[in-house]
């Protein structure tokens, strides 16, 4: 999908274009892909939305390990675990803590 390079160049700051590029890119296409992870923004983001077939499609930004003055949670990743024998994905959205555990932000599960 062609993405117009003006557009890109004056908003590409904007974190909702960037989010949004993977509805575009990914889940607005005949495609089988079902979940993307993006991390560009720094913003720790996890959303179910449809694809052009009507199955949930997960997508997850995985925000930033190291920023500390973004207004958003930081030292957050994405765990995506696949479930042997089945076509269900789990995908985490976790925080480190200075402790050494981690929190859940939010989960999503998808199944054919």
């Known amino acids: 999908v062609l993405i117009d390079a003006v557009e890109d160049l004056n908003n590409g ?16 296409r005949e495609t089988d892909t079902r979940v993307v992870i993006f991390g560009h923004t720094h913003v720790p983001m996890l959303t179910v939305s449809k694809n052009l077939k009507g199955e949930d499609v997960i997508y997850a930004n ?9 207004g958003y949670p930081t030292r957050t990743y994405v765990v995506i675990t696949p479930n042997v024998g089945s076509s ?12 050494g555990t981690s929190t859940l932000i939010r989960d999503a599960k998808i199944a054919d």
């Open 88 to 99: 269900k994905y789990e995908v985490g959205l976790y925080q480190y803590n200075a402790d």
């Open 62 to 70: 995985s925000g930033t390990w190291i920023d500390t003055n973004l």
């Open 13 to 28: 700051i904007k974190n909702e274009l960037v989010d949004a590029q993977a509805k575009t890119q990914y889940f607005d």
